[in-house]
């Protein structure tokens, strides 16, 4: 019999893993669904997609909103943690925000839809209050880089370079401009050499 408690814990091990497969299997499927079709997919449809049983995604995901909420959290941390891996190492905090708003308008434009199914569900309500400062005090850290480089003006916030992907977002969604070209002004307009003709 000692042998036996070893196998159940690693079993128990094996089933938390898998689990957590699972739900990263259901969030993928579910993302590349809503970017393809918006709103339009079931919850049948997205447990087909993953391949997981339809009892497996209803265990991790009760509603359909709460899979919304869950895909919507898991993108928005994978920005986060593209910024902290990626950008972050950058030696220029102007080339750092570059390379982090160009990100948000790659995975904006790539998720046009999911982006509508997030608004129809959760209506304007924003990521998580954690995960959102979480990253204002990545940005508060690269503007105090940048001011105390001499790279940004001294007049801007973290704040602002929040609102500012705000505004790059919505260029994306209503396709109303070049978003890489906003991300062009944006930048020039935070130098601190930027001269107003």
Same mark, same amino acid.
């Given at each position: 019999?000692?042998?036996?408690?070893?196998?159940?814990?690693?079993?128990?091990?094996?089933?938390?893993?898998? !689990?957590?497969?699972?739900?990263?299997?259901?969030?993928?499927?579910?993302?590349?669904?809503?970017?393809?079709?918006?709103?339009?997919?079931?919850?049948?449809?997205?447990?087909?997609?993953?391949?997981?049983?339809?009892?497996?995604?209803?265990?991790?995901?009760?509603?359909?909103?709460?899979?919304?909420?869950?895909?919507?959290?898991?993108?928005?941390?994978?920005?986060?943690?593209?910024?902290?891996?990626?950008?972050?190492?950058?030696?220029?905090?102007?080339?750092?925000?570059?390379?982090?708003?160009?990100?948000?308008?790659?995975?904006?434009?790539?998720?046009?839809?999911?982006?509508?199914?997030?608004?129809?569900?959760?209506?304007?309500?924003?990521?998580?209050?954690?995960?959102?400062?979480?990253?204002?005090?990545?940005?508060?850290?690269?503007?105090?880089?940048?001011?105390?480089?001499?790279?940004?003006?001294?007049?801007? !916030?973290? !704040?602002?370079?929040?609102?500012?992907?705000?505004?790059?977002?919505?260029?994306?969604?209503?396709?109303?401009?070049?978003?890489?070209?906003?991300?062009?002004?944006?930048?020039?307009?935070?130098?601190?050499?930027?001269?107003?003709?």
């Amino acid at each position: 019999m000692p042998t036996s408690t070893p196998v159940s814990e690693s079993g128990g091990r094996r089933l938390r893993a898998d !689990a957590e497969r699972n739900r990263a299997r259901v969030l993928n499927a579910a993302r590349e669904l809503f970017a393809e079709r918006g709103a339009n997919v079931s919850m049948d449809e997205v447990a087909r997609h993953a391949e997981v049983g339809v009892g497996t995604l209803y265990r991790h995901f009760p509603t359909k909103e709460a899979m919304v909420v869950a895909a919507s959290q898991q993108r928005f941390g994978e920005i986060l943690t593209y910024y902290r891996t990626v950008c972050r190492e950058s030696a220029e905090p102007l080339e750092a925000l570059q390379m982090l708003l160009t990100r948000v308008g790659e995975v904006e434009a790539r998720d046009r839809g999911f982006a509508s199914v997030i608004g129809g569900t959760l209506g304007s309500e924003g990521p998580p209050s954690t995960m959102r400062a979480d990253l204002e005090a990545e940005l508060v850290d690269l503007v105090g880089k940048g001011q105390a480089a001499g790279s940004i003006r001294h007049d801007i !916030a973290g !704040a602002d370079i929040l609102a500012l992907t705000c505004g790059l977002t919505s260029i994306v969604h209503r396709r109303s401009g070049d978003w890489r070209r906003y991300i062009d002004i944006v930048l020039d307009g935070l130098r601190s050499d930027h001269i107003t003709p």
